[in-house]
C-alpha cells in the first residue's frame, strides 16, 4: 500500500462548477499537507499548506484536514477554466521516515471547460 | 528575482551516456531534493540534500549520482546504469530539511535516443 493515495482522474466538470479533490494516507505521523497545482510540463507551485486537523481558506480554495480519517481535500468554488491542471497533494511529519521528505500522491488531472 | 532554474529544459541521452542536469537557487536554501515523475505517477525522491558535501539517497537512487559543492547548485547525473531514464526531472529546495513546504523548478525532459 503506498503511504499516499489519490485518485488519479481524469476529472472534467463546467465552468463555475465546484470541484472536490482528495487523498487519503496511512501513516499517523503524517501533520503537515500540501496541495500543489502543476500545469502541463511546468514544475509544482504551491497553492496550500495546512498543520494537522481543521480547514484553510485562500479565495476560491479549501482545504481540509480530517487525521481521524486520514483523510484531506481540496475544494475549488466557482472552477475557471485557469484552473485546468494536475492537483498533487503531499504530506510530512515530524518524526522518523516522515521528517524532512514530502510523500506525494499521483495527482488527479483536473479539466474546467467553458 | 529569486527562484530555482532547471537546465536544459530538453535533454537527449544516447544509449550508454551519461548525462548532467542542472539545478540552480538563489533562494538562500539549505535543503535541495529531486524528483522523477512519469506519466500518471507522483513524484519519486531520487536524492536529497540538507546541507553542503552532504546527500542522501531517496526512494529510486539506483542508476543515478549527486553532487553538493555549493548552497546554491545540486546537479543530478543520470549514469548508463540508470535503463529507463526518460521522464520528467525536478528539483525542489526548501529553506531546511525542517521546513515542510519545498519550491519547485520548472523540470527538465529527459529522453533517450
Known amino acids: 500500500q503506498k503511504e499516499v493515495e489519490q485518485d488519479p482522474g481524469p476529472l472534467s466538470v463546467p465552468e463555475g462548477a465546484i470541484v472536490s479533490l482528495n487523498c487519503t494516507y496511512s501513516?499517523?505521523?503524517?501533520?503537515?499537507f500540501m496541495w500543489y497545482r502543476q500545469y502541463s510540463r511546468k514544475g509544482p507551485e504551491l497553492l496550500m499548506y495546512?498543520?494537522?486537523?481543521g480547514n484553510k481558506e485562500d479565495g476560491r480554495f479549501t482545504a481540509q484536514v480530517d487525521k481521524s480519517s486520514k483523510y484531506i481535500s481540496l475544494f475549488i468554488r466557482d472552477s475557471q477554466p485557469s484552473d485546468s491542471a494536475t492537483y498533487l497533494c503531499?504530506?510530512?511529519?515530524?518524526?522518523?521516515?516522515?521528517?524532512?521528505?514530502?510523500?506525494f500522491g499521483r495527482g488527479t488531472q483536473l479539466t474546467v471547460w467553458p | 528575482d529569486g527562484g530555482i532554474t532547471q537546465s536544459p529544459k530538453y535533454l537527449f541521452r544516447k544509449e550508454g551516456q551519461n548525462v548532467t542536469l542542472s539545478c540552480e537557487q538563489n533562494?538562500?536554501?539549505?535543503?535541495m531534493y529531486w524528483y522523477r515523475q512519469d506519466p500518471g505517477q507522483g513524484l519519486r525522491l531520487i536524492y536529497y540534500?540538507?546541507?553542503?558535501?552532504?546527500?542522501q539517497k531517496g526512494d529510486i537512487a539506483e542508476g543515478y549520482s549527486v553532487s553538493r559543492e555549493k548552497k546554491e547548485s545540486f546537479p543530478l547525473t543520470v549514469t548508463s546504469a540508470q535503463k529507463n531514464p526518460t521522464a520528467f526531472y525536478l528539483c525542489?529546495?526548501?529553506?531546511?530539511?525542517?521546513?515542510?513546504?519545498?519550491?519547485f523548478g520548472p523540470g527538465t525532459r529527459l529522453l533517450v535516443l
Open positions: 501513516n499517523s505521523a503524517f501533520q503537515y
Open positions: 495546512t498543520y494537522s486537523s
Open positions: 525542489a529546495s526548501s529553506k531546511s530539511d525542517r521546513e515542510e513546504t519545498q519550491y
Open positions: 503531499a504530506m510530512s511529519g515530524n518524526r522518523g521516515s516522515t521528517l524532512g521528505r514530502l510523500y
Open positions: 540534500s540538507q546541507i553542503v558535501n552532504d546527500f
Open positions: 533562494l538562500n536554501h539549505d535543503a
